[in-house]
């Protein structure tokens, strides 16, 4: 089974997406699942995992109503309110369905670059183990030593790293973000998407060649049975086309062995979100 690990789905609104600015101009409209549809089907992927775009629980219900009409839809990564006292309800509403695979809040636009190690924050994240949900970190690369600390203290979870926490590919620069990544890659609860890439290089000027120290470091980290193909689509049309996108890591690996080929682009997925990969779905 093929699987895009991570991609949104949302009907624009500009007081809901406020983090699209001007400069994102090609992203404010809807993106749905008939659109996404064809473009996964034109390479041979079997389903996606749609990951939260909103931080509210209306729009986490509205991907779930989206995986019941939609079969390729194979897992849902939402937003719940961690440092709520309100948190276990939500998730026990939520894990009723079958897709609810993980959960996801915006760190990476918290004004404490720490917001992550907070009390109430680490509470909710103490929860997600109860519930077989793993949790996706969407970083900045200085965000990467208090997520260290984070799923250390956290070793039974099951963390995954979107977008290897956007290097700067665009500046060529690799260093902490690299030393960064190899610790946080120590610890074995914690996989990573090779997504995101092409927004982080120079949208206009960018090459394959650009992003192949950053797939390197990512291989050498987390090896191959941690990684997990993802577009990141629609944010990836900002640089980029779906097909694109996608073939820029699918290039990359096939010096690799069909096995680790198969892994990375859908079994890793697959096995790290509990997808059910006998289960019929439709393209």
């Given at each position: 089974?093929?699987?895009?690990?991570?991609?949104?789905?949302?009907?624009?609104?500009?007081?809901?997406?406020?983090?699209?600015?001007?400069?994102?101009?090609?992203?404010?409209?809807?993106?749905?699942?008939?659109?996404?549809?064809?473009?996964?089907?034109?390479?041979?992927?079997?389903?996606?995992?749609?990951?939260?775009?909103?931080?509210?629980?209306?729009?986490?219900?509205?991907?779930?109503?989206?995986?019941?009409?939609?079969?390729?839809?194979?897992?849902?990564?939402?937003?719940?309110?961690?440092?709520?006292?309100?948190?276990?309800?939500?998730?026990?509403?939520?894990?009723?369905?079958?897709?609810?695979?993980?959960?996801?809040?915006?760190?990476?636009?918290?004004?404490?670059?720490?917001?992550?190690?907070?009390?109430?924050?680490?509470?909710?994240?103490a929860q997600l183990r109860d519930f077989n949900?793993?949790?996706?970190?969407?970083?900045?690369?200085?965000?990467?030593?208090?997520?260290?600390?984070?799923?250390?203290?956290?070793?039974?979870?099951?963390?995954?790293?979107?977008?290897?926490?956007?290097?700067?590919?665009?500046?060529?620069?690799?260093?902490?973000?690299?030393?960064?990544?190899?610790?946080?890659?120590?610890?074995?609860?914690?996989?990573?998407?090779?997504?995101?890439?092409?927004?982080?290089?120079?949208?206009?000027?960018?090459?394959?060649?650009?992003?192949?120290?950053?797939?390197?470091?990512?291989?050498?980290?987390?090896?191959?049975?941690?990684?997990?193909?993802?577009?990141?689509?629609?944010?990836?049309?900002?640089?980029?086309?779906?097909?694109?996108?996608?073939?820029?890591?699918?290039?990359?690996?096939?010096?690799?062995?069909?096995?680790?080929?198969?892994?990375?682009?859908?079994?890793?997925?697959?096995?790290?979100?509990?997808?059910?990969?006998?289960?019929?779905?439709?393209?």
């Amino acid at each position: 089974m093929r699987i895009d690990s991570h991609q949104h789905f949302w009907r624009y609104s500009p007081t809901e997406h406020t983090w699209m600015t001007d400069e994102m101009a090609a992203l404010k409209r809807d993106f749905l699942p008939q659109d996404l549809q064809p473009l996964l089907a034109n390479l041979h992927f079997d389903g996606c995992i749609a990951v939260q775009a909103h931080q509210s629980i209306e729009e986490t219900r509205w991907l779930l109503e989206l995986a019941d009409i939609f079969s390729f839809i194979r897992g849902v990564v939402g937003w719940v309110d961690l440092c709520s006292l309100e948190l276990p309800g939500q998730l026990e509403r939520f894990t009723e369905h079958a897709r609810f695979v993980g959960v996801r809040h915006v760190l990476q636009d918290e004004p404490d670059d720490e917001f992550m190690l907070r009390p109430a924050f680490r509470r909710g994240i103490a929860q997600l183990r109860d519930f077989n949900l793993a949790y996706d970190l969407l970083l900045f690369p200085r965000h990467l030593r208090a997520a260290v600390r984070l799923v250390e203290e956290f070793s039974d979870q099951h963390f995954v790293l979107d977008h290897l926490a956007k290097p700067r590919i665009a500046e060529k620069s690799l260093s902490p973000w690299r030393e960064d990544l190899q610790k946080l890659a120590s610890f074995q609860n914690v996989s990573c998407k090779l997504s995101g890439m092409v927004t982080e290089a120079n949208w206009d000027h960018w090459r394959p060649q650009d992003f192949r120290p950053y797939l390197d470091i990512a291989v050498d980290a987390f090896g191959t049975d941690r990684l997990m193909i993802g577009s990141d689509w629609p944010v990836c049309a900002l640089s980029s086309d779906y097909p694109t996108t996608m073939q820029l890591v699918m290039n990359y690996l096939q010096s690799f062995s069909q096995s680790e080929q198969s892994a990375i682009v859908g079994g890793n997925c697959a096995h790290f979100y509990g997808i059910d990969v006998s289960a019929k779905h439709t393209i």
